[in-house]
């Protein structure tokens, strides 16, 4: 009908055009439609450009008129599809915002294959017991000298408890003390006294080195070291300590520990730890059932080892203690060979590894 009125009034399919477009884009659902529209009207067939197309035709005066008619309703027709885009982008930008929009109420579904190492966990559980107690961690190189290492912590070189410590040596440039990878996190004990002043409260884990492999040892492995310095502390703190960390890292409150009387050169009195245990058919499961098993070192800071810090030991006292990391994390998890916590097999770590959110203690969340 509009073809039919373009013949009859030459001016009339203008108005037509003007109109039916008009309702047409403002029709248009979305912004493939309104493309659609913009060719049928201004595309290379489009009804304005076979306008266009026909004013060769026409009289000089008429075309002149018409033509001058025909770009103003170009201009107007594309200002009118170019307004309804914008209004179409916009809204197909906010459905894009809606329908991408994360629902942060959601449970996180972590999809992910990596695991927390055993080793990283555990010490994590540490941390966080120690922690919630006042203690602050404190760090102390792997490459040590023997000075921090054996003594300041008062072991002299010609002290048994040295060859103990099977140690790897490394060439060093100190004439005096050899250059060594820790056999202990204690070194790290002296280095916290002789950086800071009482009182002290710190827990040090990390990577020890010696030179041993076999089902219970390997050349490194990882302890974790107690330090409390100050004016009244004595072995009743070092127990009641002990006992609510050992308490909530396995889990278990009633979990019973018993001192026995033993022997370190930087401690003075120095005490074994065991925390209970039962052994049937060869496996060991922990709580109060009779048996006892050792899980670390302890005793009162040696005032040797006070004075070597430049700590006055008529004025000032404290305990320390040290434990094997991979030991505690093989009985609290089950972990029945040493040597499998550093033979970076994948599916090893998938079946004893923790998930990066998992809180598998729940003592903890306490
Ligand atoms: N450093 C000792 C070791 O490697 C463990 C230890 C025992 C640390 C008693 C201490 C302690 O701080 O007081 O066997």
Redesign the pocket.
């Known amino acids: 009908m509009a073809e039919a009125a373009a013949n009859l009034n030459p001016s009339d399919d203008l108005a037509t055009l003007r109109s039916e477009t008009a309702l047409t884009v403002t029709a248009a659902a979305d912004l493939a439609a309104l493309d659609e529209i913009r060719v049928g009207i201004l595309g290379k067939k489009g009804r304005l450009t076979e306008m266009m197309k026909s004013l060769g035709a026409l009289a000089p005066e008429a075309r002149k008129e018409r033509g001058a008619a025909l770009n103003v309703l170009k201009d107007e027709m594309t200002a009118l599809i170019d307004a309804r885009q914008k209004i179409l982008s916009a809204a197909a930008m906010q459905d894009k915002l809606a329908r991408e929009s994360i629902d942060v109420t959601l449970a996180a579904r972590p999809a992910s294959e990596g695991r927390v190492h055993p080793i990283s966990q555990t010490i994590d559980e540490i941390v966080t017991i120690f922690a919630s107690m006042g203690f602050a961690v404190a760090k102390g190189p792997d490459i040590e000298s023997e000075y921090y290492n054996f003594e300041a912590l008062n072991i002299p070189s010609s002290h048994p408890a040295r060859d103990m ?1 099977a140690t790897f040596f490394l060439p060093g440039t100190d004439p005096k003390y050899k250059t060594v990878l820790r ?4 070194p790290v ?1 002296i280095r916290t006294m002789m950086g800071q002043k009482p009182p002290i409260r710190v827990i040090a884990p990390g990577r ?1 080195y010696r030179v041993d492999y076999d089902q219970t040892h390997t050349p490194m492995f990882h ?1 974790v ?3 409390v310095i100050d004016e009244k502390s004595h072995m009743g703190h070092l127990k009641g300590c002990l006992l609510d960390f050992l308490r909530a890292f396995f889990g278990i409150a009633d979990l019973p520990i018993r001192f026995r009387p033993s022997y ?1 050169p ?2 003075e009195p ?1 005490a074994e730890v065991d925390i209970g245990c039962s052994r049937k058919n060869g496996e060991i499961k922990l709580g109060n059932h009779g048996d006892w098993l050792e899980i ?4 009162m ?1 040696h005032p040797n080892v006070l004075r070597n810090c430049g700590i006055d030991p008529d004025h000032y006292q404290g ?5 094997g990391i991979e030991r505690l994390a093989m009985l609290k998890y089950g972990i029945p060979d040493l040597r499998t916590f550093f033979e970076a097999d994948l599916r090893w770590l998938k079946h004893y590894g923790f998930l990066p959110l998992d809180i598998p203690n729940p003592a903890l969340k306490a």
């Open positions: 410590q056999t202990q996190t204690s004990q020890t302890q070291e107690g330090l370190f930087f401690t120095s670390l070192g302890s005793g800071v305990f320390a203690f040290g434990m």
